[in-house]
Nanobody
Framework: QVEVVESGGGLVQAGGSLKLSCAASGSIFAINAMGWYRQVPGKERELVAQITSGGGTNVADSVNGRFTISRDNAKNTAYLQMNGLKPEDTAVYYC????????????????WGQGTQVTVSS
């Protein structure tokens, strides 16, 4: 019904930048919120940034000032611009979309992307 596809991860040197994209497609009436999470082995998945349909954002303190989340509602796509990357930013980054579907209008389903690896070398 809904597919979430991420792109933009890769290997970058410390201080560099990457821009992640998260595109949702399928039977989507609306996406209430989109968010980026990250996880490293042995640690809990943590919220990096989230954005509402109206553009309101919450950004984790650890990345505030370096990462910017945005979205293009016409494309059902969210972005995470990551600047000033640090080795500690190395993680698998996941996109989450809270979706209202046409056939299930009153329910919100969370869909996750497959995760994209971001590796920051020192």
């Amino acid at each position: 019904q809904v597919e979430v596809v991420e792109s933009g991860g890769g290997l970058v040197q410390a201080g560099g930048s990457l821009k992640l994209s998260c595109a949702a497609s399928g039977s989507i009436f609306a996406i209430n919120a989109m968010g980026w999470y990250r996880q490293v082995p042995g640690k809990e998945r943590e919220l990096v940034a989230q954005i509402t349909s109206g553009g309101g954002t919450n950004v984790a303190d650890s990345v505030n000032g370096r990462f910017t989340i945005s979205r293009d509602n016409a494309k059902n796509t969210a972005y995470l611009q990551m600047n000033g990357l640090k080795p500690e930013d190395t993680a698998v980054y996941y996109c989450a979309c809270d979706v209202r579907r046409f056939h299930s209008y009153d329910n919100i389903f969370r869909y996750w992307g497959q995760g994209t690896q971001v590796t920051v070398s020192s």
